[in-house]
């Protein structure tokens, strides 16, 4: 996920609006500053995402792991959601509100790209602009295109209108997505091959031999990794965990998480710490001093926004496979036992799902603390982590998108269509 989805929404109305405007007129403003860049390789292959390629969210925090070599990739954006604050790739560049009509948007990209040759694309369709910069940029170059879906705005959550992106997956030449339910979603609707490709870790994170029950630990003390995608998750969390036995450790993304209303004394007092981000490397030590983690998602139930549920129900947090792989913490999944999360945690027996309802997730932790479970989970945790693995991954994007098709189904194997969850 790319952010906070009241958020994204909040910077990004204005900016969807004036495009889609654009895309029927054909015109638009031209006082808006054409974007630079610096240093445009030769030969590059194009990433383009809806902002920047940052570990303040999960979509940059995979790039930044699949691609961890960026010297020969163009990072194209189309909005800029934290301050313009980005490492990766040899070169950047952010499409100017003025340039949002499909003409425009053309001149944009012919002038950035005249000396360079473009190689291959991937593109991370979020925003409306994100199809339309991709497909042109693919018809202007002959380059393959890759599109990866990691967040839906189109079959659960509105955002990307059908004619978009059945431009934008009728020119790829691979088809991405998350987890496989975003899979089964997108085939359903556009007919279209999909292949998962689950969020990764990096090779040396990952613990092959199972991680022990952490000794000298507090057992009723657990970890919550990554960022709340929403205020309701964050305030019904609380209510479960106050006057609870049990105490939660948050390290979120971010120091100050946007759209999120908190004070982090009084949270204390509902037995939620809040630490700030802690570096990606620190990771293993960290989350091993701890007997489980929980994971907030969903009820489902239509309450949340549409863009919230849409996250719980098709994306499968990173923090999860980061979580198996990195330490084979036990997993507490609360919310709806249909989100994407507890699918993913029921597959491969890896915790437990509870609502949220303080009498289930105390009786849910009681068992998760319960040393055959913890052995049992930390055993087939180590057995997932080695699949989890981001080594070669971007190797395999290229191999595939070469071939229009996996070159091999590690991850299909993996997380086959029809397998048994719950």
């Known amino acids: 996920m790319i952010g906070s989805p009241l958020v994204v929404a909040q910077q990004a109305r204005a900016r969807m609006q004036a495009m889609l405007a654009t895309l029927r007129e054909g015109s638009s403003d031209k006082s808006a500053p054409v974007a630079q860049a610096s240093r445009m390789p030769a030969v590059a292959d194009v990433v383009i ?10 979509t940059g925090t995979l790039l930044l792991r699949i691609f961890h070599d960026n010297a020969e990739i163009v990072s194209v954006r189309t909005s800029n959601f934290y301050e313009g604050r980005q490492s990766f790739g040899a070169a950047q560049l952010c499409l100017p509100l003025a340039q949002s009509s499909r003409p425009e948007i053309e001149s944009w990209l012919k002038w950035h790209f005249s000396n360079t040759r473009v190689r291959r694309i991937v593109a991370l369709p979020y925003l409306p602009a994100d199809p339309v910069v991709a497909a042109t940029l693919h018809k ?27 431009d934008l997956l009728g020119h790829s030449g ?29 090779e040396a994170l990952l613990r092959r031999d199972p991680v022990p029950f952490p000794a000298g630990a507090d057992p009723r003390r ?12 964050l305030d019904t969390l609380r209510r479960v965990f106050k006057g609870n036995a049990y105490h939660i450790d948050w390290f979120c993304n971010q120091k100050d998480p946007a759209g999120l209303v908190f004070d ?18 620190a990771l293993p030590e960290l989350l091993s001093r701890y007997a489980f983690a929980v994971v907030p998602t969903d009820t489902l139930d239509g309450d949340s926004p549409a863009a919230v549920q849409a996250i719980a129900e098709l994306s499968l947090p990173s923090r999860i496979p980061t979580m198996i792989a990195t330490s084979h913490l036990p997993i507490l999944v609360i919310g709806s036992p249909q989100t994407c999360a507890a699918r993913f945690v029921m597959r491969f027996q890896l915790g437990e799902i509870a609502p949220y309802e303080a009498a289930a997730v105390t009786a849910s932790l009681d068992r998760l603390l319960q040393s055959k479970v913890q052995a049992d989970i930390r055993r087939r945790a180590a057995v997932v982590a ?11 994007i290229w191999r595939s998108l070469a071939m229009g098709e996996p070159c091999d189904m590690r991850y299909e194997t993996l997380m086959p269509a029809d397998a048994p969850v719950g």
Not at 223 to 233: A, D, Y
Not at 264 to 281: A, L, N, Q, S
Not at 386 to 395: F, R, V
């Open 49 to 58: 995402t809806a902002c920047e390629v940052t570990s303040a969210h999960g």
């Open 140 to 166: 202007l170059t002959g380059a393959p295109l890759c599109t990866y879906i990691m967040d839906d705005k189109n079959v659960c959550a509105d955002g990307i209108d059908d004619a978009l992106m059945a």
């Open 174 to 202: 691979l088809r991405l997505v998350i987890s496989p339910e975003m899979r089964d979603a997108y085939q359903k609707k556009y007919g279209m091959g999909f292949w998962v490709m689950p969020p990764l870790v990096p």
């Open 222 to 233: 657990g970890v919550l990794l990554g960022n709340i995608w929403g205020q309701r998750w």
């Open 264 to 281: 982090r004394d009084e949270m204390i007092k509902d037995g939620i710490t809040f630490h700030e981000p802690v570096d990606e490397r």
């Open 386 to 396: 080695g699949q989890l693995s981001a080594e070669d991954s971007a190797a395999w």
